[in-house]
Nanobody, 118 residues
């Protein structure tokens, strides 16, 4: 089992920045990829960024150039640096982990709210 705890959300003005954190615990060695998703009001959960176990990263077009995903292996923590935030970035941001060999993300955090408003 893997436990994920997100933090760092909050209220920010358009153009502002936040750094979200996702602390992982439990069976860390079993994790392949870790990713960030978000869910805005009434919308489906959407992919934001991924950090693979080989150190590769990939981003959704909507956040490319503004968001950066990184990982501190010593702290078992994945970060999402979100810059130039806009109102349509508002939503609950979730951290997810995929176990080695698994076809889908089976571990999810509880989410952290990001609100971008003047």
């Amino acid at each position: 089992q893997v436990q994920l705890v997100e933090s760092g959300g909050g209220l920010v003005q358009p153009g502002g920045s936040l750094r979200l954190s996702c602390a992982a615990s439990g069976s860390i060695a079993s994790i392949d990829d870790m990713a960030w998703y978000r869910q805005g009001g009434g919308a489906q959960r959407e992919f934001i960024a991924i950090f693979t176990r080989f150190g590769g990263t990939s981003y959704a077009d909507a956040v490319k150039g503004r968001f950066t995903i990184s990982k501190d292996s010593l702290k078992n923590t994945v970060y999402l640096q979100a810059n130039n935030l806009q109102p349509n970035d508002t939503g609950v941001y979730f951290c997810a982990a995929r176990a080695r060999g698994a076809a889908r993300y089976e571990y999810w955090g509880q989410g952290t709210q990001v609100t971008v408003s003047p």
